[in-house]
């Protein structure tokens, strides 16, 4: 078993608190703005605080997997860091043991954001590290929040509140 980080920071023009508004609360945007690759999503349990259950459902042929279930951990509005955990599904049971996530939205000198995603995770015993993977992975996520940052960025009256 390996344990690993992976962290991925960007920079945005759009403010934390739009940021926040568009990725965190609007739980349909992935699926609205991506529907190459995400069919839905649903809970479970809850409706976005902690301790929900969320199944994010993906397109067929868009990845390896057709879902995963996530758990919310944490939704700090204050500080803006939300942290949920991988708990079925994805890239559990076939490459690792355990993922948890954390998103955290600051403030950039001159406006607009500095975005943080942070991967923690173990891998099953006997699977490496692999740095393609975690480097196409780095790719992937960052493409798909240009995605969604540009539809916030195309929609200025949006997310505001």
Same mark, same amino acid.
């Given at each position: 078993?390996?344990? &690993?980080?992976?962290?991925?920071?960007?920079?945005?023009?759009?403010?934390?608190?739009?940021?926040?508004?568009?990725?965190?609360?609007?739980?349909?945007?992935?699926?609205?703005? #991506?529907?190459?690759?995400?069919?839905?999503?649903?809970?479970?349990?809850?409706?976005? !605080?902690?301790?929900?259950?969320?199944?994010?459902?993906?397109t067929p042929g868009s990845t390896e997997f057709s879902y995963v279930k996530e758990r919310v951990?944490?939704?700090?509005?204050?500080?803006? #860091?939300?942290?949920?955990?991988?708990?079925?599904? &994805?890239?559990?049971?076939?490459?690792?043991?355990?993922?948890?996530?954390?998103?955290?939205?600051?403030?950039?000198? !001159? !406006? !607009?954001?500095?975005?943080?995603?942070?991967?923690?995770?173990?891998?099953?015993?006997?699977?490496?590290?692999?740095?393609?993977?975690?480097?196409?992975?780095?790719?992937q996520l960052t493409a798909l929040f240009k995605k969604m940052e540009a539809y916030v960025i195309?929609?200025?009256?949006?997310?505001?509140?």
């Open positions: 078993m390996v344990a &690993g980080t992976v962290t991925i920071e960007t920079e945005s023009e759009v403010a934390p608190k739009r940021l926040w508004n568009a990725l965190v609360k609007d739980h349909e945007l992935i699926a609205r703005e #991506i529907p190459e690759l995400c069919a839905g999503v649903t809970f479970l349990e809850g409706n976005g !605080g902690v301790g929900s259950i969320k199944q994010i459902n993906f951990d944490v939704v700090d509005e204050e500080k803006l #860091i939300y942290s949920y955990t991988d708990i079925e599904g &994805g890239e559990l049971g076939k490459n690792l043991a355990s993922a948890q996530f954390t998103l955290k939205l600051s403030p950039k000198a !001159g !406006g !607009g954001s500095v975005v943080s995603h942070i991967c923690n995770f173990d891998t099953l015993p006997g699977v490496p590290q692999e740095e393609a993977k975690l480097e196409a992975m780095k790719a195309a929609n200025p009256s949006l997310y505001n509140a």
